[in-house]
């Protein structure tokens, strides 16, 4: 049994609440302390003497103080990533904003050349719509001219017909 077992079993139980030891059974009545089970009748029970409590005291220090430099790092570590996440997160905002103004400016385009091509099918159909009764003018005009020619061919034909007649 380590020192530091037997010093805290000690502090533990008073010197009146030593358990006592049954003859012939090895083990202590009581509290069935498992580490003082494991002992045997022969076996004296050594004092804690003042240099082995101070080795012991010094060893529980010595762990402490790792235990508290580990839980130092760990918060440096912790804050470290704390302010690594901070960072990408707001890098990952600006990102976003920046994303975000990006797609609001070519909405903006797009509206704007739609609004621009809305208007050029429109003038483009005026156009056709201005084209195809200029065509339909001309087809009429045209067809009135065909119908006057006609009619003077018919007029000139039946005015000069004995002139254009051989006697046979």
Known sequence: MSELHKLLDDAWLGPMDKPKHEPGTGTETGRGD???????VSEPIEAPTRHSLSQDWGALIHQVQAAGRRSREAQTQVREQELRVGLILEEVRED???ANERARLAELKAQEIQIRAEAQILAAEER???AEARARAAEE???HAEHWLARVHETLSDEFR?????PA
């Open 141 to 143: 005009r045209a067809q």
């Open 96 to 98: 976003t904003s920046a």
């Open 162 to 166: 004995d002139l254009t007649e051989q």
């Open 128 to 130: 056709a719509k201005a």
């Open 34 to 40: 498992p580490v003082r089970s494991n002992s045997s």
